[in-house]
Protein backbone atom coordinates (compact mmCIF):
# COMPACT_ATOMS: atom_id res chain seq x y z
CA UNK A 1 0.00 0.00 0.00
CA UNK A 2 1.77 3.35 -1.05
CA UNK A 3 1.23 6.02 1.29
CA UNK A 4 2.45 9.91 0.74
CA UNK A 5 3.23 12.06 3.79
CA UNK A 6 4.00 15.34 3.39
CA UNK A 7 4.22 18.30 6.06
CA UNK A 8 4.06 21.96 5.62
CA UNK A 9 3.59 21.46 1.53
CA UNK A 10 6.38 19.54 1.10
CA UNK A 11 6.78 15.28 0.89
CA UNK A 12 8.67 13.58 3.18
CA UNK A 13 9.53 9.57 3.53
CA UNK A 14 6.94 8.35 5.53
CA UNK A 15 9.95 7.82 7.94
CA UNK A 16 10.89 10.92 8.09
CA UNK A 17 7.65 12.51 8.63
CA UNK A 18 8.19 14.12 12.34
CA UNK A 19 6.82 16.28 15.13
CA UNK A 20 8.68 17.87 17.42
CA UNK A 21 7.39 16.64 21.37
CA UNK A 22 7.36 20.22 22.40
CA UNK A 23 3.81 20.42 20.17
CA UNK A 24 1.24 21.78 21.73
CA UNK A 25 -1.09 19.09 19.85
CA UNK A 26 0.69 16.35 22.18
CA UNK A 27 0.76 17.93 25.15
CA UNK A 28 -2.97 19.15 24.98
CA UNK A 29 -4.41 17.90 21.89
CA UNK A 30 -4.63 21.45 20.16
CA UNK A 31 -5.69 21.30 16.98
CA UNK A 32 -7.61 20.13 13.66
CA UNK A 33 -8.41 17.59 11.50
CA UNK A 34 -10.43 16.34 8.51
CA UNK A 35 -10.20 12.95 6.62
CA UNK A 36 -11.35 13.21 3.11
CA UNK A 37 -12.24 11.02 0.12
CA UNK A 38 -10.08 11.47 -3.21
CA UNK A 39 -11.48 9.55 -6.73
CA UNK A 40 -8.62 9.85 -9.14
CA UNK A 41 -7.27 13.11 -9.08
CA UNK A 42 -10.84 14.81 -7.54
CA UNK A 43 -10.96 15.55 -3.60
CA UNK A 44 -14.80 15.46 -3.00
CA UNK A 45 -16.21 18.11 -1.11
CA UNK A 46 -12.95 19.70 -0.62
CA UNK A 47 -14.34 23.20 -0.07
CA UNK A 48 -16.83 22.52 2.64
CA UNK A 49 -13.82 20.69 4.68
CA UNK A 50 -11.77 23.47 4.21
CA UNK A 51 -14.58 25.69 5.77
CA UNK A 52 -15.24 23.53 8.47
CA UNK A 53 -11.39 23.48 8.82
CA UNK A 54 -11.40 27.42 9.14
CA UNK A 55 -14.48 27.50 11.36
CA UNK A 56 -12.70 25.10 13.65
CA UNK A 57 -9.38 27.51 14.07
CA UNK A 58 -12.03 30.90 14.88
CA UNK A 59 -13.11 28.60 17.94
CA UNK A 60 -10.25 26.99 19.21
CA UNK A 61 -8.00 30.16 18.93
CA UNK A 62 -5.72 28.30 16.39
CA UNK A 63 -4.12 30.70 13.24
CA UNK A 64 -3.58 28.54 10.70
CA UNK A 65 -0.63 28.98 8.77
CA UNK A 66 -1.52 29.07 5.45
CA UNK A 67 -4.44 30.57 3.43
CA UNK A 68 -7.33 28.30 2.62
CA UNK A 69 -6.59 28.32 -1.46
CA UNK A 70 -2.89 27.23 -0.30
CA UNK A 71 -4.33 24.37 1.70
CA UNK A 72 -6.36 23.66 -1.41
CA UNK A 73 -3.95 23.19 -3.78
CA UNK A 74 -1.34 21.29 -1.00
CA UNK A 75 -4.29 19.50 -0.75
CA UNK A 76 -4.68 18.79 -4.36
CA UNK A 77 -1.51 18.15 -4.79
CA UNK A 78 -0.73 15.74 -2.73
CA UNK A 79 -3.89 13.13 -3.97
CA UNK A 80 -2.27 13.67 -7.61
CA UNK A 81 0.71 12.00 -5.75
CA UNK A 82 -0.63 8.85 -4.73
CA UNK A 83 -1.50 6.87 -8.40
CA UNK A 84 -4.70 4.71 -6.61
CA UNK A 85 -8.06 5.30 -8.13
CA UNK A 86 -9.60 5.77 -4.46
CA UNK A 87 -8.16 7.58 -1.84
CA UNK A 88 -8.15 8.47 1.87
CA UNK A 89 -6.47 11.88 3.21
CA UNK A 90 -5.62 12.85 6.44
CA UNK A 91 -5.12 16.51 7.20
CA UNK A 92 -4.09 17.64 10.66
CA UNK A 93 -3.40 21.05 11.67
CA UNK A 94 -1.21 21.27 14.85
CA UNK A 95 -0.93 23.85 17.31
CA UNK A 96 2.98 24.43 16.67
CA UNK A 97 5.32 24.01 19.70
CA UNK A 98 4.57 25.53 23.19
CA UNK A 99 6.63 28.51 24.70
CA UNK A 100 5.54 27.12 27.84
CA UNK A 101 7.38 23.61 27.70
CA UNK A 102 9.85 24.70 24.45
CA UNK A 103 11.03 27.78 25.75
CA UNK A 104 9.41 29.89 22.46
CA UNK A 105 6.22 29.44 20.55
CA UNK A 106 6.53 28.09 16.13
CA UNK A 107 3.83 28.34 13.80
CA UNK A 108 1.56 25.27 13.31
CA UNK A 109 2.33 22.51 11.40
CA UNK A 110 0.04 20.72 8.38
CA UNK A 111 0.20 17.45 7.93
CA UNK A 112 -1.05 15.49 5.08
CA UNK A 113 -1.36 12.17 4.71
CA UNK A 114 -2.77 9.98 1.34
CA UNK A 115 -3.08 6.35 1.53
CA UNK A 116 -5.13 3.92 -0.99
CA UNK A 117 -8.31 2.86 -0.24
CA UNK A 118 -11.20 0.85 -0.75
CA UNK A 119 -14.66 2.03 -0.26
CA UNK A 120 -16.62 -0.36 2.43
CA UNK A 121 -19.71 -2.32 0.94
CA UNK A 122 -20.62 -4.31 3.95
CA UNK A 123 -23.69 -3.38 6.84
CA UNK A 124 -22.38 -2.20 9.58
CA UNK A 125 -22.89 -3.43 13.66
CA UNK A 126 -23.33 -0.51 16.31
CA UNK A 127 -23.08 -1.26 20.15
CA UNK A 128 -24.06 1.62 22.45
CA UNK A 129 -21.02 3.54 24.01
CA UNK A 130 -21.48 3.79 28.04
CA UNK A 131 -19.86 7.53 27.60
CA UNK A 132 -22.36 10.36 27.20
CA UNK A 133 -21.37 13.47 25.22
CA UNK A 134 -22.04 16.86 26.43
CA UNK A 135 -24.69 18.12 23.65
CA UNK A 136 -24.34 21.82 23.62
CA UNK A 137 -20.63 21.78 23.78
CA UNK A 138 -19.58 24.02 20.15
CA UNK A 139 -16.28 21.22 20.13
CA UNK A 140 -18.52 18.46 18.98
CA UNK A 141 -19.72 20.36 15.86
CA UNK A 142 -16.31 20.74 14.50
CA UNK A 143 -12.80 18.30 14.26
CA UNK A 144 -10.58 18.45 17.02
CA UNK A 145 -7.91 16.36 17.89
CA UNK A 146 -9.30 15.48 21.53
CA UNK A 147 -11.11 12.44 20.67
CA UNK A 148 -10.32 10.33 23.56
CA UNK A 149 -14.00 9.60 24.02
CA UNK A 150 -14.85 8.40 20.44
CA UNK A 151 -11.59 6.30 20.26
CA UNK A 152 -12.24 4.65 23.83
CA UNK A 153 -15.90 3.90 22.69
CA UNK A 154 -14.92 2.40 19.39
CA UNK A 155 -11.94 0.13 20.84
CA UNK A 156 -14.48 -1.28 23.26
CA UNK A 157 -17.09 -1.93 20.12
CA UNK A 158 -13.80 -3.58 18.30
CA UNK A 159 -13.76 -5.59 21.32
CA UNK A 160 -16.98 -7.07 21.12
CA UNK A 161 -17.04 -7.41 17.56
CA UNK A 162 -18.50 -4.56 16.63
CA UNK A 163 -17.90 -2.11 13.77
CA UNK A 164 -17.80 1.27 15.79
CA UNK A 165 -20.31 2.61 18.67
CA UNK A 166 -23.33 4.84 19.14
CA UNK A 167 -22.84 8.23 20.97
CA UNK A 168 -25.75 9.40 23.33
CA UNK A 169 -25.70 12.72 24.88
CA UNK A 170 -26.11 13.47 28.78
CA UNK A 171 -30.11 14.68 27.93
CA UNK A 172 -30.35 10.87 26.93
CA UNK A 173 -30.81 11.79 22.77
CA UNK A 174 -28.81 9.50 20.10
CA UNK A 175 -26.32 11.90 18.90
CA UNK A 176 -24.07 10.07 16.36
CA UNK A 177 -21.30 7.14 15.67
CA UNK A 178 -18.19 7.32 16.54
CA UNK A 179 -17.02 7.83 13.41
CA UNK A 180 -20.38 8.95 11.54
CA UNK A 181 -22.99 10.63 11.18
CA UNK A 182 -26.50 8.22 11.09
CA UNK A 183 -29.98 8.37 10.15
CA UNK A 184 -32.62 6.90 10.52
CA UNK A 185 -35.70 5.57 8.56
CA UNK A 186 -39.60 5.32 9.85
CA UNK A 187 -42.76 4.82 8.22
CA UNK A 188 -41.00 6.13 4.92
CA UNK A 189 -39.66 9.39 6.30
CA UNK A 190 -36.30 10.11 6.87
CA UNK A 191 -34.68 11.65 10.17
CA UNK A 192 -31.19 12.32 11.86
CA UNK A 193 -30.09 13.95 14.85
CA UNK A 194 -29.82 18.02 14.67
CA UNK A 195 -26.55 19.19 15.16
CA UNK A 196 -27.25 20.67 18.80
CA UNK A 197 -27.73 17.03 19.70
CA UNK A 198 -23.69 16.87 20.07
CA UNK A 199 -23.17 15.81 16.46
CA UNK A 200 -20.61 16.40 13.73
CA UNK A 201 -21.31 18.88 11.05
CA UNK A 202 -20.76 15.96 8.90
CA UNK A 203 -20.15 17.12 4.79
CA UNK A 204 -22.01 13.55 3.88
CA UNK A 205 -24.67 14.54 5.93
CA UNK A 206 -24.97 17.91 4.35
CA UNK A 207 -25.25 16.69 1.52
CA UNK A 208 -27.44 13.86 1.89
CA UNK A 209 -30.01 16.41 3.26
CA UNK A 210 -29.92 18.13 0.24
CA UNK A 211 -30.26 15.16 -2.32
CA UNK A 212 -33.32 13.87 0.06
CA UNK A 213 -35.27 17.01 -0.35
CA UNK A 214 -34.20 17.78 -3.78
CA UNK A 215 -35.51 13.98 -4.70
CA UNK A 216 -39.01 14.49 -2.83
CA UNK A 217 -37.84 12.62 0.62
CA UNK A 218 -39.71 13.77 3.64
CA UNK A 219 -36.49 14.59 6.10
CA UNK A 220 -36.57 16.17 9.46
CA UNK A 221 -34.12 17.13 11.89
CA UNK A 222 -35.02 15.51 15.87
CA UNK A 223 -33.35 14.47 19.08
CA UNK A 224 -34.88 10.72 19.67
CA UNK A 225 -33.95 9.08 22.79
CA UNK A 226 -32.39 5.76 22.42
CA UNK A 227 -35.19 3.33 22.98
CA UNK A 228 -37.24 5.45 20.56
CA UNK A 229 -34.31 5.51 17.83
CA UNK A 230 -34.26 1.45 17.57
CA UNK A 231 -37.81 1.25 17.28
CA UNK A 232 -36.81 2.53 13.48
CA UNK A 233 -37.25 0.48 10.50
CA UNK A 234 -34.03 1.44 8.65
CA UNK A 235 -30.49 2.50 10.01
CA UNK A 236 -27.65 3.54 8.33
CA UNK A 237 -24.51 5.81 8.95
CA UNK A 238 -22.95 8.48 6.59
CA UNK A 239 -19.04 9.55 6.54
CA UNK A 240 -16.73 11.23 3.73
CA UNK A 241 -14.93 7.44 3.67
CA UNK A 242 -18.07 5.45 4.22
CA UNK A 243 -20.13 7.07 2.29
CA UNK A 244 -23.46 4.96 3.48
CA UNK A 245 -23.50 1.93 4.65
CA UNK A 246 -26.84 0.44 6.53
CA UNK A 247 -26.90 -0.52 10.15
CA UNK A 248 -28.08 -4.14 10.58
CA UNK A 249 -27.64 -4.74 14.38
CA UNK A 250 -27.30 -2.29 17.61
CA UNK A 251 -26.18 -3.79 20.63
CA UNK A 252 -28.09 -1.98 23.63
CA UNK A 253 -29.79 -3.85 26.82
CA UNK A 254 -30.30 -6.76 24.22
CA UNK A 255 -29.90 -6.85 20.32
CA UNK A 256 -32.00 -5.00 17.97
CA UNK A 257 -31.88 -6.20 13.89
CA UNK A 258 -32.95 -4.55 10.91
CA UNK A 259 -33.58 -4.56 7.01
CA UNK A 260 -31.89 -2.55 4.65
CA UNK A 261 -34.61 -0.99 3.38
CA UNK A 262 -35.54 1.16 0.02
CA UNK A 263 -34.57 4.14 1.35
CA UNK A 264 -31.26 3.58 2.32
CA UNK A 265 -30.39 2.24 -1.21
CA UNK A 266 -32.36 4.65 -2.78
CA UNK A 267 -29.87 6.96 -1.03
CA UNK A 268 -26.81 5.39 -1.93
CA UNK A 269 -27.74 5.07 -5.51
CA UNK A 270 -28.04 8.94 -5.29
CA UNK A 271 -24.97 9.62 -3.09
CA UNK A 272 -22.46 7.96 -5.66
CA UNK A 273 -24.22 8.88 -8.74
CA UNK A 274 -23.71 12.74 -6.89
CA UNK A 275 -19.86 11.70 -5.94
CA UNK A 276 -18.63 9.62 -9.11
CA UNK A 277 -20.50 11.25 -11.56
CA UNK A 278 -21.53 14.86 -10.56
CA UNK A 279 -24.88 13.91 -10.89
Request: aromatic fraction near 10%; charged fraction near 25%.
Amino acid sequence: MRINCFIDGREVAGNRAKISVFDNSLFYADGLFETLLAIDKRVVFLDGHLKRLEKGARLIGLRLPVSLPTLKRWIISAAKKNPAPIKKIRLTVTAGETAFWAGKATKPKVIIIVTEYALPERTYRLTVSPFRIIENSPFRNVKTLSFVIEMTSRKRAYKSKYDDALLVNRAGFVAEATSANIFWVKKGKLYTPPLNAGCLEGMTRRHILALARKNGMPVYEKNIRLEDFLKGDEIFITSSLKLILPVTTVKSDKIFRFQVGTVTTRLQELLKNLIFTGG
